[in-house]
């Protein structure tokens, strides 16, 4: 096994783990926590599946391919290693999230902001009785 097809190995796994996480936080929390806008724009539009399949994975073999076709080893091992830093703050993000929801599920939804029932939000539409 050459260094060139660890190196395709190592960014495949990196890549499914960003479709994979990308695609649990589009369906908990929407499209709008996606921070790439071209992504976010093909999940709209052709579902969340479809978008980073074109968005994620498709870039993917093309850089592996063209890298792998010009021998650009050097560049590829660039691109595997910036993988490998996106990867460290996703499970950064993950524990972050794991976080969130503990602190949420501590104190519960009760503790939400809220109007008190006294004061109802005005309608700006409703006629006033003043002169």
């Given amino acids: 096994m ?14 499914g783990f960003d479709m994979w996480l990308t695609r649990r ?23 969340i599946e479809l978008g980073l399949l074109i968005g994620v994975f498709i870039p993917f073999c093309a850089l592996t391919l063209v890298c792998s076709s010009f021998g650009w080893e050097d560049f590829y091992a660039a691109y595997t290693g910036f993988r490998a830093f996106l990867f460290t703050l996703q499970l ?3 524990r972050f999230e794991r976080n969130m929801k503990a602190l949420a599920a501590q104190f519960g939804p009760q503790r939400g902001a809220s109007l008190p029932p006294s004061a109802p939000p005005s309608d700006p539409t409703a006629p006033t009785s003043t002169p």
Avoid: Q
């Fill in 2 to 15: 050459t260094h060139f097809s660890i190196l395709v190995a190592i960014s495949c796994a990196l890549a």
């Fill in 25 to 47: 936080r589009m369906r908990d929390y929407g499209t709008k926590i996606e921070m790439n806008p071209v992504i976010r724009r093909l999940a709209n539009k052709l579902g």
């Fill in 92 to 94: 950064r993000s993950l």
